[in-house]
């Protein structure tokens, strides 16, 4: 794993995502996880290295991230949108099927999609206290109705999800347009100027790749 800032650890071993994991002295909080079996196991075992996971945020409903969720038992946090999406989907999920070009088109056939519906979810913003860090939840739909960023101040850090999408081109399946270009304004301004901006596709990326995306 990168860490970004003491704390803040970032992967990409994995297919499709950049992960992350935000440590505290009463246990971790994953952004997103791996979508095949095996690499879950490889991933839990890395972060544990570094205390007890104890949620895993979803950054919005697209099957790469939300597939692997429904193997692992810590609570899922989401924005109500998403949740609303994960709970309308069968419990069987065929790839094939509605193919999207993504990762997530390898599988033929799993079930269990009702264990990756969300546990804790908000409409607007929520605060998660994990011992000594105050972690915000924020809603930017763009990319999909739910998506959200995942903000720690104390650490000057951001987690986008695919708000900006550089070296792929962005799923467009689900998008809002205005609400996207909206959100990459709001990156744009002074109150996140002082963050380490990481893409859920790129990992950390620099302020130039917020001007590349609004132009696509």
């Not at 071993?13 to 490889?42: M, R, T």
Request: aromatic share 8%; with cysteine; net charge negative.
């Amino acid at each position: 794993m990168r860490k970004i800032v003491p704390g803040v650890f970032i992967e990409n071993k994995y297919p499709s995502l950049y992960l992350g994991a935000i440590v505290s002295d009463d246990g971790l909080l994953l952004i997103d996880c791996p979508i095949w079996e095996e690499d879950i196991k490889i991933w839990l075992d890395t972060v544990s290295q570094y205390g007890q996971p104890r949620y895993m945020a979803l950054m919005d409903s697209h099957p790469d991230r939300v597939l692997g969720a429904r193997l692992i038992d810590i609570p899922l946090i989401a924005q109500d949108a998403t949740r609303k999406q994960i709970s309308a989907w069968s419990d069987t999920y065929k790839g094939t099927a509605h193919p999207i070009g993504a990762e997530a088109d390898s599988f033929k056939r799993i079930t269990g999609i009702s264990h990756a519906i969300p546990d804790l979810t908000f409409s607007t913003n929520m605060k998660l206290y994990i011992q000594e860090l105050d972690i915000e939840f924020e809603h930017h739909p763009g990319p999909t109705p739910g998506s959200m960023w995942v903000l720690i101040p104390k650490m000057s850090v951001a987690f986008i999800g695919d708000a900006i999408s550089t070296s792929t081109p962005p799923f467009m399946g689900e998008a809002e347009i205005e609400n996207w270009l909206s959100a990459l304004d709001e990156l744009r301004n002074q109150r996140m100027m002082r963050y380490t901006l990481v893409s859920a596709r790129d990992g950390v990326i620099d302020r130039q790749a917020i001007n590349i995306a609004a132009r696509f």
